[in-house]
């Protein structure tokens, strides 16, 4: 079975679909749990919907050759500065309170009121919305299941890399 040459395209298939359903679960949290996302939980679903991409465009394009490299490195890449961000956002939830960085304003605010490109320093940093741990689930926060998400979809474009290196055309 590891050897079938449609296991990266059924790979990159269940990626995708991983991603979708992560994304799901985070809209379903969102509107039906009503747990509203700070900025780095935003930030977070940008990269889960980046790898998805990418493993939609690979698994549509079906690459040949070096190409077999590309997307799982990109989509590997993708998924290490979304871990990041996840530890940094697991990181906020373990400072105490007196330690905590103060709220911030709204995202519409600040970008109605500063620079794009400053608006997203301080979205990408995180502030005390993001410290307030306001869900659990066998002892991890959202952010937590997010960065195990992340090392999951970061092996799976590792072992799908593995396998670019012993492929022949």
């Given at each position: 079975?590891?050897?079938?040459p449609?296991?990266?395209?059924h790979?990159?298939?269940v990626?995708?679909?991983?991603?979708a359903?992560?994304?799901?679960?985070?809209?379903?949290?969102?509107y039906?749990m009503?747990?509203?996302?700070?900025?780095?939980c935003?930030?977070q679903?940008?990269?889960?919907?980046?790898?998805?991409?990418?493993?939609?465009?690979?698994?549509?394009?079906?690459?040949?050759?070096?190409?077999?490299?590309?997307?799982?490195?990109?989509?590997?890449?993708?998924?290490?500065?979304?871990?990041?961000?996840?530890?940094?956002?697991?990181?906020?939830?373990?400072l105490?309170?007196?330690?905590?960085?103060?709220c911030?304003?709204?995202?519409?605010?600040?970008?109605?009121?500063?620079?794009?490109?400053?608006?997203?320093?301080?979205?990408?940093?995180g502030?005390?919305?993001?410290?307030?741990?306001?869900?659990?689930?066998?002892?991890?926060?959202?952010?937590?299941?997010?960065?195990?998400?992340?090392i999951?979809?970061?092996?799976?474009?590792?072992?799908?890399?593995?396998?670019?290196?012993?492929?022949?055309?």
């Open positions: 079975m590891l050897d079938s449609k296991l990266p395209r790979c990159y298939l990626i995708w679909l991983g991603a359903a992560l994304i799901a679960i985070a809209l379903f949290m969102q039906q009503d747990l509203i996302p700070c900025a780095l935003m930030t679903r940008v990269f889960v919907i980046a790898v998805g991409l990418v493993a939609l465009a690979a698994w549509l394009h079906q690459p040949k050759g070096k190409g077999r490299q590309v997307y799982p490195i990109l989509g590997m890449v993708l998924a290490v500065i979304g871990g990041g961000f996840s530890s940094r956002h697991i990181w906020l939830q373990s105490p309170e007196d330690l905590a960085p103060a911030g304003p709204s995202l519409g605010y600040l970008l109605d009121t500063v620079p794009f490109m400053e608006a997203m320093v301080v979205l990408l940093q502030d005390g919305n993001c410290a307030e741990s306001v869900w659990s689930f066998l002892g991890l926060t959202i952010p937590g299941w997010t960065l195990v998400a992340f999951g979809l970061f092996s799976m474009n590792g072992f799908l890399l593995a396998r670019s290196f012993k492929q022949t055309d």
